[in-house]
């Protein structure tokens, strides 16, 4: 098992920024304006090479079906592939895009119907990082001072979210994160993904960069 590399032994990360790596920045910035959420992730340029799945998918929790269109249209019409059609499951109704920078985006409700127009609010945001140990990876960042909201054993953990960030954390098995997006599991290279947070910078078991949060400002 690879462990955690960390340039102190000060614990101390919470989840204040999703930095998504691209090849072309001006154009993801129109595609996450057209698909409304650019207020959510921060963008940045990068030439870090990556193949197939990279390991993680940022979920939109909205209200009902018809706000699943809304989105799903929306990004489609910027320039996103379909990966999962919006589809009725047990759980709900959802769909899978994946932007033009590679990027998967899922968005999901626990509704089946509609009880009104499409209404474009986004209820929650969590970053879901496909992790080979989850148990494992749990304990990595509880060790680095995360608090766990929510854990199913070895499948599913969620962690409490940090202060004012829009996005919450969570853990789920690699191989199964694949399936549900509807990717081959497959995927070398950078992750094109930057969490922002911790106390100091460091990589987690699975590949995932942490950048230290910047100083406080001073009053």
């Known amino acids: 098992m690879v462990m955690a590399t960390k340039t102190s032994t000060a614990a101390g990360i919470s ?22 959420v650019d207020a959510y992730v921060r963008l940045q340029t990068s030439q870090a090479p990556s193949t197939g799945f990279r390991g993680c998918t940022v979920a939109l929790t909205v209200s009902q079906p018809a706000t699943v269109d809304g989105f799903v249209g929306a990004a489609v019409e910027a320039g996103a592939t379909i990966l ?14 994946q932007a033009p920078d590679g990027t998967i985006w899922k968005i999901a409700t626990s509704a089946k ?14 970053l879901l990082l496909g992790v080979e140990d989850v148990k494992a990876t749990k304990q990595c960042y509880v060790g680095q001072g995360l608090s766990v909201a929510k854990s199913f054993g070895g499948k599913y953990v969620e962690f409490a979210p940090a202060g004012n960030s829009p996005v919450k954390l969570a ?5 199964a994160l694949a399936k549900d997006l ?16 911790a106390t100091d910078g460091f990589t987690d078991p699975d590949g995932f960069v942490w950048e230290a949060a910047p100083p406080a400002a001073k009053p």
């Open 15 to 36: 989840l204040t920024s999703v930095t998504l790596e691209v090849n072309d920045l001006a154009a993801a910035r129109t595609f996450y304006r057209a698909f409304g």
């Open 84 to 97: 999962k059609a919006a589809s009725k499951s047990f759980w709900g109704y959802g769909g899978v895009v």
């Open 113 to 126: 119907k509609d009880t009104g127009p499409d209404t474009r609010t986004i209820d929650e945001v969590v």
């Open 171 to 175: 853990l789920y098995k690699r191989a």
């Open 182 to 197: 509807g990717v081959p599991a497959d995927g070398t290279g950078s992750h094109r993904i930057v969490l922002g947070g």
